[in-house]
């Protein structure tokens, strides 16, 4: 079957097989079963080794980003990301560069999000940048393996390791991009001080809750190394970490935290943002089937206690339940995605990468400012303004937490958030155990590899996800057969593919289809996603509107009202504002939820430089609504929505709804009004 489901898929992986359609369906050649040349993959390496994940990432740059996603990128080069370094004390007078600013985690988030946006992009300032405070790092590490910001004494006072566990995952980064041999050198004997020194005092504090964090550097360095001890590393660090498997089999997790209440590690939103690639990870090291599958766990518990319409879940700064006025912390929305993007990697499960895709392409985009020069500490799902408040109800962040600034509440998002966008772009297409290249998430792209022994250009030229059509073109630079395998959402029914020479394939939602052939210079495939409006039923009976990936939000006017300007480094244009409604948002919504498309209409428009703001928006929706005159502010948000369906005897309006990544202030959940 072309189409395959997980099982499937690691089936054909440890039989070696490429498993191929019946004729007519996934190729224009005649049907048969082959057996692909070269070593047969496996879903295990020999014992005391690691087992093979289902797909790997390419090597950073391999992957080109094109239209909109560039655009993204580049917007962001020329905004935080770009010049963070140059103004910012935390980053720019670091510990980790020789300065006596902060010196822990700031500066290694920074260039963890900087690296792969420099390389990706091939910018060449920002690229030499990084590379003198690589340099300056690998140059200040002491003999004794640590990085010169780890304290002389930290024996006899314990510290921390989660910032030496980062700086290490941010350093394979960069060794992967450059080669520079130094910096593994450097990563190794690091990673030898830290085996030894778990040995003294074990994992405690934020490196205790994100111990799986070191597996992705030490993995790393005995792949390329060889070296036993490292697995020594990664199972002591599996047994000094907190056991999230205990913790999602409890009733703790699933209670919302008080608002202004107890601030937990173990329902901490990053932390839990980060934990659902732990055990994933793990497999790899215990070949364990439930540690693998654990993930899907973690989620299921997330979805069914705090999740929202975007794929995200609550937490302003613990875990807070399903309410659309309490928020989710930026820092979360950036881990979140590198674990799922880890778990599209490990598992060559599809549903991970739709959900990957439903993040960042709703919440990751919500939080930031249009011209990234500014972001959100904590975004709302329902946020009808962001303002200084001393009224809020987050569960334990402060009253500036949902401004658009460059430090709101505190400067860990400030420091973090620039991994979001690049490597999204960098895990969109993946290698397959056999030579082949998986196309995991969809974006305007081109991806670079070598087909045994042949190099193969694969563009994807799309408006995705504003557009419902994808065409994919395959350029070897000689003929050259390996499997493509494309991922179909599991929310495209009706789904197609017309193949190169072909006739049109109906393809199956929330599968990988696989198809291979002797692939020529030009071989073209197109996809068509079709994308149906959905309607679902949210917190208190509220309903949301959703077509193909994208969320869809009440698009409100906005003024935006510089704020703080007293405060150091807060110069434009990386300044802080508060943003207040222009327009009514206290609208029920009139929808046909068994056939929303029966009363919402959708247009396409053009995609702005920016695409995700408010005029930039590549799509918008036309719905009927009335104002609901008892829905009012409340403690400084959006009121919460009471249980059940509205009444309004105000005039049906019509209400231009645009997609949620685009829309700074908003409504997303709405009232459902009565018929």
Known sequence: ???????????????????????????????????????????????????????????????????????????????????????????????????????????????????????????KPLKERIKGYIDHIVKSQRADGWYAPYPVDAAAKPYDLWAILLANKMLVQFHEATGDARVLDAVAANLKAVLAALDRTPLFGWGRFRWFEGLIPTYYAYEKTGEAWLLDLAHKLQAQGFDYRT??????????????GLWKWDKHVVNTGMAPKAYALTWRLTRREDERAFPAKILEVLDRHHGLVTGMFTGDECLAGKNPVQGTELCAVVEFMYSLEHLVSLTGEAAYADRLERVAFNALPATLAPDMWSHQYDQQVNQVQCTINPDHMWTTNGPESNLFGLEPNFGCCTSNMHQGWPKFAAHLWMKTPDGGLAAAAYAPSEARFDARGTAVRVACETDYPFRDRLTITVRPDKPARFPLLLRVP???????????????????????????????????????????????????????????????SLALGGTWTRVNADKPHRELPHGDFEVRPSTPWNYGLVVDEAAPEKSIAFEERPIGESPFSPEGAG?????????????????GWAGEIAPGDAESKEPLEDLTLIPYGCAKIRVTEFPKLKA
């Open 1 to 123: 079957m072309p189409h395959l489901n997980r099982r499937e898929f690691l089936t054909g992986m440890a039989a070696g097989a490429a498993v191929i359609a019946a004729p007519g369906r996934a190729d224009s050649e005649p049907a048969k079963r082959r057996v692909t040349g070269g070593p047969k993959p496996r879903t295990q390496a020999p014992a005391g080794g690691l087992a093979e994940p289902a797909f790997r990432p390419l090597p950073l740059g391999s992957i080109l980003p094109k239209g909109w996603l560039l655009r993204q990128l580049r917007q962001q080069a020329d905004g935080l990301t770009g010049h963070l370094d140059e103004f910012w004390p935390d980053v720019g007078q670091s510990q980790w560069f020789g300065g006596s600013a902060e010196g822990w985690e700031r500066a290694p988030y920074w260039l963890d999000g900087a690296i792969p946006l420099a390389w990706i992009l091939d910018d």
């Open 247 to 260: 913790f999602y089999g409890g009733e703790d997790v699933t209670v919302p935290t008080p608002r202004r």
């Open 490 to 552: 599991a929310w495209a029914e009706d789904a197609t593919l017309v193949p190169p020479h072909g006739s049109e394939v109906s393809l199956r939602a929330g599968s990988f289809y696989r198809t291979e052939r002797e692939w020529k210079d030009g071989d073209t495939l197109v996809l068509r996603f079709p994308m149906k409006a959905r309607a679902s039923r949210r917190y208190n009976g509220a309903v949301a509107v959703e077509r193909g990936p994208l969320v869809y």
């Open 619 to 635: 799509v918008a929706a036309k719905a009927k609504g009335r104002k609901i005159p008892t829905w009012k502010l409340a403690h």
